[in-house]
């Protein structure tokens, strides 16, 4: 991965193998929901004695490259950014956690236009237009720079739909987001990703799916040249999962056989992880998890994903998802004992074998699912005064000598 001046700075900081001060393990922020009988969450959270974060070091490895990256645009260091943004493209590096640097330089050097667009200032989206289109004339034949102009306006087209949504002058919005759409097609035209080799024009010309007429036809079609180019990275996944939902272009009914589908694409790289991406992203999407579900296929699908990082990041997003899924199926009752079994068995293997560190940040229910999963799996020895700390490769209990 490519090291920027900030990232630099996190990694040669001390003291990461301890509790941050600033992090107060506290309960309450989720409801009675995840209470834990007996002990009581703030308990359970007490005897926790591993290595908490509240944002987790790989996400911080992902903001400061998209700052380092911020500042050179900010600078007017085109030919290096751009250059950047190739190698990192072409290369297809890896950032901790499975990101691709590309994507992060990407971002990076979109900031202020995703901020403009947060605050709906269409004005200060447009002048950020007016730079990439300034970029783009001063490097014509360079495919990153058509992306950056690519993807501003689909950034545009896209906030302006979701406004238009919410009844905000939606015939004005509407007609120029397809004007965004329609000018975003024209620059992703003249480079072919294929022949580019970049996973990065891959996924911009995908995103198009959303403003153009024949959306539909096309989404599957880029989804398989994005994948060819880049079968590893998780977004190519979770991005195509959504747009196969009711609210684009799929079916609930149909959305299974898709999600398998994409996991026999890429079963030779990532085994059957592509399943796993495709359920976290349509669960995220909707609220909760689709009904077709297959749950043993998910969790070994499960483990896939963590394997090809082998990082925390992905442990603590698999140890918050099947901390959901154990509470809810609790919740269903007497008939869904055979799941919770499962769900409890698999939340128990993660803990126990795979996460060795709290990232606060990938915990769907904060401090309150933190404290359940821990309850849910080390319940008898908490009961007898175990304290839990770093065992091997995950968590494991110990009781202090009276």
């Not at 085994?271 to 749950?295: C, K, M, Q, S, W």
């Not at 994903?305 to 609790?330: E, F, I, K, P, W």
Request: hydrophobic content about 45%; some cysteine; charged content about 25%.
């Amino acid at each position: 991965m490519l090291i920027t001046p900030s990232l630099l700075h996190v990694k040669t900081r001390t003291g990461r193998h301890r509790q941050e001060d600033a992090v107060v393990l506290q309960a309450g922020g989720a409801g009675s929901g995840f209470r834990v009988e007996g002990l009581g969450a703030d308990l359970v959270l007490s005897r926790l004695d591993a290595t908490v974060m509240r944002v987790g070091p790989e996400a911080t490895e992902w903001h400061c490259v998209r700052a380092d990256h911020a500042a050179m645009a900010d600078a007017g260091e085109w030919a290096d950014l751009l250059e950047a943004l190739r190698y990192a493209d072409q290369e297809r590096t890896m950032a901790s956690g499975g990101r691709r640097v590309a994507a992060l330089i990407s971002e990076g050097v979109r900031t202020i236009l995703a901020e403009a667009l947060a605050r709906q200032d269409w004005r200060g989206a447009r002048a950020e237009l007016d730079r990439f289109e300034a970029v783009m004339a001063m490097h014509p034949e360079n495919y990153a720079a058509a992306h950056l102009l690519a993807q501003a306006h689909l950034d545009i087209g896209a906030a302006m739909l979701a406004a238009a949504s919410q009844g905000q002058l939606s015939r004005d919005l509407i007609a120029e987001s397809s004007a965004h759409y329609a000018a975003a097609e024209d620059i992703l035209t003249a480079f072919d990703p294929i022949e580019q080799l970049s996973p990065l024009l891959a996924g911009s010309r995908y995103l198009l799916v959303r403003g153009i007429e024949d959306g539909a036809d096309l989404c599957r079609d880029w989804f398989e040249d994005w994948c060819d180019l880049d079968p590893e990275d998780a977004t190519v996944h979770a991005t195509h999962a959504v747009h196969l939902l009711p609210d684009w272009f799929g079916t609930l009914g149909a959305f299974e056989k898709e999600a398998r589908r994409a996991a026999n694409m890429t079963a030779g790289t990532t085994g059957r992880a592509a399943y796993a991406i495709f359920h976290i992203a349509a669960a995220e999407a909707l609220g909760d998890f689709v009904p077709t579900l297959d749950l043993e296929f998910f969790i070994e699908a499960l483990g896939d994903y963590q394997d090809a990082t082998g990082c925390q990041y992905r442990a603590n997003v698999a140890a918050s998802l099947l901390t959901r899924m154990v509470h809810d199926y609790r919740e269903a009752g007497p008939a869904a004992n055979w799941q919770l079994t499962k769900a409890r068995a698999a939340l128990s293997n993660v803990i126990w074998n795979r996460l060795r560190e709290i990232h606060l940040d990938c915990w769907i229910h904060g401090a309150d699912g933190l404290a359940y999963a821990l309850a849910e799996v080390f319940g008898p020895a908490l009961q007898r005064g175990a304290r839990i700390g770093r065992w091997g490769e995950g968590l494991g209990s110990r009781i202090p000598r009276q």
